[in-house]
């Protein structure tokens, strides 16, 4: 029986390792996202996702409107997981200067994520 835990075998999600919509899609994290308001729990889809924002969108410090029909004024928030049983970590922070300069160097070629 393998005594390996999930945050072992794949690192928990930070924006260090994956800042874009396409980045997280790579890895396969999985992304929930849920309401401040009403009891609205979403599973995110990345490649929905990718498709109505781009694939360089940011989506580290994102918090937008609940699309809950009987939600007043609700906060999406969103937390990834890396693997299944693996921890899930808030997304509500935008992404710092580290994360952005590791960003810049996977991508030396490219001039960086679009501002969405
Ligand atoms: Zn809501």
Request: proline fraction near 10%; hydrophobic fraction near 40%; include cysteine.
């Amino acid at each position: 029986m393998s005594t390996k835990r999930p945050d072992v075998l794949v690192q928990p999600p930070s924006p260090l390792t994956a800042l874009t919509l396409a980045e997280m899609h790579v890895r396969r994290w999985t992304l929930k996202a849920t309401c401040n308001r009403c009891a609205l729990k979403l599973r995110a889809s990345l490649p929905a996702l990718i498709r109505t924002h781009g694939p360089d969108a940011v989506w580290w410090g994102r918090a937008p409107r609940c699309p809950g029909f009987e939600c007043g004024g609700g906060v999406l928030t969103y937390a990834a997981q890396a693997l299944r049983g693996g921890s899930w970590v808030a997304m509500n922070q935008a992404p710092g200067q580290l994360a952005m300069a590791a960003y810049r160097s996977r991508n030396p070629t490219y001039a960086g994520p679009r501002d969405p």
